[in-house]
Structures are given as C-alpha cells and as structure tokens.
C-alpha cells in the first residue's frame, strides 16, 4: 500500500528565510504528488503538483523518484505562508484516491 | 470556493448515538470523498463515491456508511458515535482528475 511520510510536524522560519516541508512516499508505480494547503479559516486547497511543474505563490516541487521524495520549497518565506501543509500521493484507481501525509504546520516569524 | 457546504458545521453529540454528516455540491462532479482529519494523522479517507449509488470503503471506513441517492448530496453516518470518532470531517468532490475540492469542514464532539 501507497504511504506518503511528512516527517516535520512543525517548522518555524524567519521572514525572508528559505524554506523546505519535506515528504517522502513510498509506492511502487509511478507516483502522482500533490501540495495541499490549509490556511487558517480557509479551506484545503491544491498548492501545486508535480505533473504541471509550476511555481505557485513562489513555490515549487521536483519529484526525485531515486530519493522517492517531493520537498516543497521557497526561497524566501513570507508571513502569509504561515499554514498547514499536506502532501498527498494518488493512486491511479477507479476515483482517483489520494493519500494524504500527517501535514507539516508552517510558521513564519517576522 | 468551488461549490460544496456541509451540515452541520458543528456537533456535539454523546456515545452511542447516530450521526449524519451531509455533504451537499452544486458542481455535478462525479467523485465525493469523506475524509476525516486528526492531528498527526492528516486527512484518511473514509468513504468515497464515483457515481449515485456507487460508493466504496477507504482507510478508515469501519464504524461509518456513506449512501449517494442523488449526485450533489453524500451522506455519512455514524451508525453508533464513540469518542475515537471526535474528529474533524471533511467533504471533497473531484471530476477524476488529480485535483479535489474541499469543503469547510464538519467538527464533531462525542462525549
């Protein structure tokens, strides 16, 4: 069975610093990961995927399946970053499922 | 926000009682999800559907039904509510692509 691993619970940065949520999968077909992001009061929403290799709000994603990892970094973090960050992994089944890690909680300091 | 409310938004309710969470979307997509969201968890799937009467289990399914008698509503139900079923519940919805639209959530309290 597919597993997606976030192995920081909690990760504080200084304004201006560069940040990197970590998320390591383990699945043995060819991955499809996604960012989810949870800002405070808002809902989950999709940050980006790995498919499309875009930079969304200044973040990006590369998919190292050697490392079978999907790091999600900026290079200069904001405040409005502050959030809570899942990675999630689908499985290519009849509804298209997708397997959430146990999230990353971003905060960045002024 | 794509189209998805959920009702209620939030619920206290004792051990051993029924509970349904409903999942409402303006958006006719094909696929709902329930999820349910925990600290150190993240978000696991409990049910999900891929058409009206088409639903099936996910990760943590035991102790919850799902029915979708019509394409914008899907209902969980807690059949017996327990304290390990406190938890925030989340509503998706996705077309069977990779992207899935989340609802506002659903608190929900056993004592």
């Known amino acids: 069975a597919q597993r997606v691993t976030q192995p920081e619970k909690l990760l504080s940065v200084f304004k201006g610093a560069p940040v990197e949520l970590k998320c390591n999968y383990s699945?043995?077909?060819?991955?499809?990961l996604f960012w989810y992001v949870q800002y405070s009061r808002q809902r989950l929403q999709l940050l980006l995927r790995?498919?499309s290799r875009e930079s969304i709000k200044g973040f990006t994603a590369d998919l190292n399946k050697g490392e079978t990892s999907f790091h999600l970094k900026k290079p200069f973090a904001q405040e409005e970053d502050s959030a809570m960050y899942y990675c999630a992994l689908s499985v290519s089944l009849s509804a298209r499922q997708l397997t959430f890690g146990s999230g990353t909680q971003l905060t960045v300091l002024p | 926000d794509a189209g998805i409310t959920q009702s209620p938004r939030h619920k206290v309710t004792e051990t051993g009682t029924p509970v349904t969470l409903r999942c409402h979307q303006t958006e006719n997509h094909r696929y709902m999800y329930w999820y349910r969201q925990d600290p150190g968890h993240g978000l696991r799937l409990i049910h999900y559907s891929y058409g009206v009467k088409d639903t099936d289990k996910g990760e943590v399914s035991d102790g919850y039904s799902v029915s979708r008698s019509k394409t914008e509503d899907f209902l969980l139900t807690l059949e017996s509510a327990t304290s390990s079923q406190t938890s925030v519940y989340f509503c998706a919805i996705g077309q069977g692509g990779d992207e899935q639209y989340f609802g506002p959530g659903t608190r929900l309290t056993v004592t």
């Open positions: 699945y043995s077909g060819s991955p499809e």
């Open positions: 790995h498919i």
